[in-house]
């Protein structure tokens, strides 16, 4: 990493000084640099810099854009959006063109991750047959923890402890059912699914989650249908054989969120409100 000032056009703002939290920019009479290799590579220093007066061996000029602020959507349209936003239940067969789901996965890409490490990867899935086999995978494995838990033994001593879980019993047991007789209550008939794995990191699952709110947006903004599948997530973390999906679907690391995607088969006009807010405000 190299980092160092453009000392003809620096106006001394000092705003790099303010931005950067590796302290890495001081002022001695003019800029100066510490500590380059702390660098995170956030590029605050090039983003708030007026003069365009940083180079940073981590940022060409190809790598630095110009903001169009009129382009970003008013608060009124991006409330809009959100408020719109919906767990697609139904969807129709038709595919979604490829360059719409980049369009989403960058979105995704584009999330704050903890300490700018971006270790958040994505795999997006869109064949039939392995998307299949993910539901199937999934209602195996909550069909293996019912079997369990309905065995008399497991049953007697477990049940007074854990109670939580077998509430959860009848669900599984009619996820099963309805599984076998055809209904895909896993993956809802989407056409696509995208799985956001890292290696394992204290933030990676905050991270993984922040960028599928961004893709859950860009989704909806582009008429894309979307849910969170919790199911899948949940077996891959109830499934004792530690990295199964993982390491069938070729991804090191752990898969920490997942998106089922498609394009929906309904359309709404109305949006509902959610139960009211509860602000804690300490002033
Ligand atoms: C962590 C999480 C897990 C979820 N898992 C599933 C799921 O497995 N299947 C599903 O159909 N919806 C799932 N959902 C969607 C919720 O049911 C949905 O967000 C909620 O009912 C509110 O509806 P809305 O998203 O349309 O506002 C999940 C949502 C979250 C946040």
């Known amino acids: 990493m190299n980092i160092s000032i453009n000392k003809e056009e620096c106006i001394k703002c000092k705003k790099c000084i303010s931005v950067c939290i590796k302290d890495i920019f001081t002022y001695n009479g003019e800029i100066e640099i510490n500590n380059e290799d702390e660098c995170i590579e956030c590029g605050h220093c090039l ?35 959100i408020k719109s936003r919906r767990s697609t239940r139904v969807f129709s067969k038709n595919l979604i063109p490829d360059e719409t789901l980049k369009t989403i996965i960058e979105a995704a890409h584009r999330a704050p991750t903890a300490k700018n490490k971006q270790l958040v ?28 838990l309905n065995n008399p ?19 599984f047991l009619s996820m099963q059912e309805k599984f076998k007789n055809g209904e895909d209550i896993i993956l809802r008939e989407a056409t696509a699914l995208l799985l956001i794995h890292s290696e394992k990191n204290r933030f990676a699952i905050q991270d993984a989650n922040l960028a599928y709110q961004n893709a859950s947006l860009m989704a909806e903004s ?3 249908g979307q849910f969170y599948t919790g199911f899948i997530i949940a077996a891959i973390d109830n499934d004792n054989r530690k990295n199964y999906l993982s390491n069938k679907l070729g991804i090191k690391g752990n898969i920490y969120a997942g998106m089922a995607l ?6 709404y006009s ?11 405000w300490i002033k």
């Open 47 to 81: 983003a708030y810099c007026p003069t365009n007066s940083v180079i940073h061996s981590s940022f060409p000029k190809t790598k630095v854009h110009n903001i169009s602020r009129e382009n970003i959507p008013n608060s009124n349209d991006l409330m809009e959006l």
């Open 121 to 148: 990867e994505f795999t997006i899935i869109t064949n039939k047959e392995i998307l299949s086999e993910i539901s199937t995978y999934t209602v195996s494995v909550f069909s293996k923890i019912a079997k369990k």
């Open 153 to 171: 033994f497991i049953k007697s001593i477990a049940k007074p402890f854990a109670s939580e879980v077998y509430n959860l019993l009848p669900s």
């Open 222 to 224: 582009m008429g894309i």
């Open 262 to 267: 498609g394009i929906p088969k309904f359309s």
């Open 270 to 280: 109305k949006y509902i409100d959610k139960k009211d807010i509860s602000i804690n």
